[in-house]
């Protein structure tokens, strides 16, 4: 029996990091805006080209986000990023354009369940909802990009059948989107199921971007990653330290940890413009400001060509 020793992986890949979005709105204690800033910045100077900056949800709802259009504000000079923030609604959606914000990001439940969890309403009613943000995007020149969360699991009704994706994807079709997220909100994939359902979307949907958000609570994110870049993707999100989670999803802990992403496509000579040592310093100094990481491997064990000193050759042990 032979095999094959060749995978089939991109050369390059783009990374969006989500810390000020998902990975603050999941820390209980309040933030203060200086200290956000100073993240975002250090982030800014990793080689990071993509960040979801914020969200423009109801204070009540997630307050640590309440200084949206501030953090907006103070980031502005940071020219070299392209920014884009979570709307919830078409409320939100002009909050957001007002502070400056060039992309928003629309948000969608897979399930009925997770939605009214997370939306007060069902997904069907949510994608209703989407046509006023669209119309006012369009008016604004600003552009948008869908999402599917819990699209691989969730913690309400389990496995998604690949029908409910499809017509989800459909739906965004209709509405003129171009690029979709698929989120392992609750970290349920796995990579047979990522390779399969990926490749059954990217087979029916050729003409859409899909983006990878995975969410790393079992484990698995970084063997998710490849299953997904095994079929074409190339776009994925993911957090400095591993900072995250969804606040509607029971049990749901932080995203793959930027660090740990970067340093597993450097090993397999798969670029991505963020330079391995400048990202995990700045994880180290996320880390303090913040008082804790959501899981880093990168944190406890550094990166593979970090080798230590080897034992002496003349010295046995118990010597």
Request: with cysteine; charged share 20%.
């Amino acid at each position: 029996m032979s095999f094959s020793t060749n995978m089939q992986l991109p050369s390059k890949v783009v990374i969006c990091e989500v810390a000020p979005r998902d990975g603050f709105q999941a820390e209980k204690t309040w933030i203060p805006t200086e200290k956000k800033i100073a993240i975002i910045k250090k982030l800014a100077t990793t080689g990071i080209q993509s960040m979801e900056i914020t969200s423009f949800v109801h204070p009540k709802a997630i307050p640590q986000l309440k200084d949206a259009e501030e953090v907006v504000r103070q980031s502005q000079e940071l020219t070299g990023i392209k920014f884009r923030a979570l709307v919830p609604n078409a409320k939100g959606a002009q909050r957001a354009i007002d502070a400056g914000i060039k992309k928003l990001k629309l948000m969608l439940s897979a399930t009925d369940s997770h939605s009214l969890s997370n939306a007060n309403c069902l997904t069907k009613e949510a994608m209703e909802g989407f046509a006023p943000i669209i119309e006012l995007a369009e008016k604004h020149d600003v552009k948008v990009g869908g999402s599917i969360s819990v699209a691989f699991g969730c913690s309400f009704e389990g496995k998604v059948p690949i029908n409910r994706l499809g017509d989800i994807v459909e739906r965004y079709i209709g509405y003129g989107i171009e690029e979709i997220s698929l989120a392992d909100s609750t970290g349920m994939a796995n990579p047979r199921q990522v390779y399969q359902t990926v490749g059954q979307l990217r087979n029916k949907f050729p003409e859409m971007t899909f983006t990878m958000h995975l969410h790393n609570t079992r484990g698995m994110a970084i063997a998710n990653a490849v299953a997904a870049m095994q079929q074409g993707i190339v776009h994925f999100d993911s957090s400095i330290t591993g900072l995250g989670g969804c606040p509607y999803a029971p049990g749901a802990t932080g995203n793959v940890a930027t660090e740990d992403l970067v340093h597993t496509l450097s090993e397999m000579g798969i670029e991505t413009g963020i330079d391995l040592g400048t990202i995990l310093n700045v994880a180290k100094e996320v880390k303090q400001i913040i008082g804790h990481d959501g899981g880093s491997y990168m944190l406890q064990a550094g990166p593979c060509s970090q080798l230590h000193e080897a034992p002496d050759s003349q010295q046995k042990l118990g010597v």
